[in-house]
């Protein structure tokens, strides 16, 4: 059960009206890394969680971003008035009203024409929300890192969202809800952390022959060494034919077929073969010459 109090969590003081900066703010309500995604990714997981404490705090974070979800979407709503009520009363010339909502180059045109200033459920390119940005898997050591991750693009959006703008009421706010994000990044590792085992996620080990087997695959210059790839904590495999066939196979994929299956499939193959020999007259050929015919190309002459 849901009880809304309208006192915003955090006081939200806008000095000026700016469409392009309130469209470049959807990015945190209506985007991927946004308050509503999180909201719903810890909502969902709360929902089918079955540890108590992980629930409540699931559950207590989930509510706590659709209260961010409201104070970005005021700030929104109120960097859109002043250009609101020009757009809706036509109060200026047509290519004045142009020019006031593409501002700095930002299409905020979107949110005006099409929302009337409201905060609209799209990121600041003007894409939908959509559930895919929700990508709960249900099972917490997977969820709780992927949480993690969330909080923390969240974290850098916020940042980059401040050092666009010079309104410190907005800096502020901005401010608050980037804080918040680190709170809940350390929550959520405290609650990963506190199960024991939480490493590799799920129930099923790693096979040991490959658990700690790092291939170097991309070699030349640029090679680099440290603790992710260290002789200390890998088993380095850099030698190319070392690196196919792990398993000691041959390498080579098989399928095991019936009779009825391989017979059809052998027809197929005898029907689709290709002819090596064969060079054909085709649509590219009619098309690149008058007489219908390729140039051959030039042999390069040695100097």
Same mark, same amino acid.
């Given at each position: 059960?849901?009880?809304?109090? !309208?006192?915003?969590?955090?006081? %939200? *003081?806008?000095?000026?009206?700016?469409? +392009?900066? /309130?469209?470049?703010?959807?990015?945190?309500?209506?985007?991927?890394?946004?308050?509503?995604?999180?909201?719903?990714?810890?909502?969902?997981?709360?929902?089918?969680? $079955?540890?108590? &404490?992980? !629930?409540?705090?699931?559950?207590?974070?989930?509510?706590?971003?659709?209260?961010?979800?409201?104070?970005?979407?005021?700030?929104?709503?109120?960097?859109?008035?002043?250009?609101?009520?020009?757009?809706?009363? &036509? %109060?200026? /010339?047509?290519?004045?009203?142009?020019?006031?909502?593409?501002?700095?180059?930002? $299409?905020?045109?979107?949110?005006?024409?099409?929302?009337?200033?409201?905060?609209?459920? @799209?990121?600041?390119? &003007?894409?939908?929300?959509?559930?895919?940005? @929700?990508?709960?898997?249900?099972?917490?050591?997977?969820?709780?890192?992927?949480? @993690?991750?969330?909080?923390?693009?969240?974290?850098?959006?916020?940042?980059?969202?401040?050092?666009?703008? $010079?309104?410190?009421?907005?800096?502020?706010?901005?401010?608050?809800?980037?804080?918040?994000?680190?709170?809940?990044?350390?929550?959520?590792? !405290?609650?990963?952390?506190?199960?024991?085992?939480?490493?590799?996620?799920? !129930?099923?080990?790693?096979?040991?022959?490959? /658990?700690?087997?790092?291939?170097?695959?991309?070699?030349?210059?640029?090679?680099?060494? &440290?603790?992710?790839?260290?002789?200390?904590?890998?088993?380095?495999?850099?030698?190319?034919?070392?690196?196919?066939?792990?398993?000691?196979?041959?390498?080579?994929?098989? %399928?095991?077929?019936?009779?009825?299956?391989?017979?059809?499939?052998?027809?197929?193959?005898? *029907?689709?073969?290709?002819?090596?020999?064969?060079?054909?007259?085709? +649509?590219?050929?009619?098309?690149?010459?008058?007489?219908?015919?390729?140039?051959?190309?030039?042999?390069?002459?040695?100097?």
């Amino acid at each position: 059960m849901f009880a809304h109090n !309208k006192r915003l969590q955090y006081t %939200v *003081r806008v000095r000026e009206s700016n469409p +392009g900066l /309130a469209n470049l703010l959807l990015e945190q309500f209506g985007g991927p890394q946004g308050e509503l995604a999180a909201a719903c990714r810890y909502f969902t997981q709360a929902l089918g969680e $079955d540890d108590p &404490g992980r !629930k409540d705090m699931l559950l207590d974070i989930a509510t706590e971003e659709l209260s961010h979800l409201e104070v970005i979407g005021t700030l929104v709503a109120m960097l859109n008035k002043g250009a609101k009520g020009k757009l809706a009363e &036509g %109060v200026d /010339a047509e290519a004045d009203l142009y020019r006031s909502l593409h501002g700095a180059g930002n $299409d905020s045109h979107v949110t005006q024409v099409l929302y009337g200033g409201g905060p609209a459920l @799209i990121n600041s390119a &003007g894409q939908l929300w959509n559930a895919g940005y @929700i990508d709960t898997i249900g099972e917490p050591s997977a969820d709780l890192r992927s949480n @993690i991750a969330a909080e923390a693009r969240a974290k850098i959006v916020y940042e980059r969202l401040i050092n666009v703008t $010079d309104d410190p009421g907005v800096k502020e706010a901005l401010g608050f809800l980037m804080t918040r994000e680190v709170a809940h990044q350390l929550s959520f590792e !405290k609650a990963l952390y506190s199960m024991q085992p939480n490493f590799p996620p799920g !129930k099923l080990p790693g096979d040991p022959r490959f /658990a700690r087997t790092y291939f170097d695959m991309s070699q030349g210059e640029g090679d680099m060494r &440290g603790s992710w790839n260290s002789d200390a904590n890998f088993d380095v495999v850099s030698d190319r034919d070392q690196q196919c066939a792990v398993d000691g196979g041959d390498g080579l994929a098989n %399928v095991g077929l019936s009779r009825e299956e391989l017979e059809a499939l052998q027809a197929m193959a005898a *029907r689709t073969t290709s002819q090596p020999d064969a060079d054909p007259m085709t +649509g590219a050929d009619l098309g690149s010459g008058v007489d219908g015919t390729q140039p051959k190309p030039k042999s390069r002459q040695k100097r």
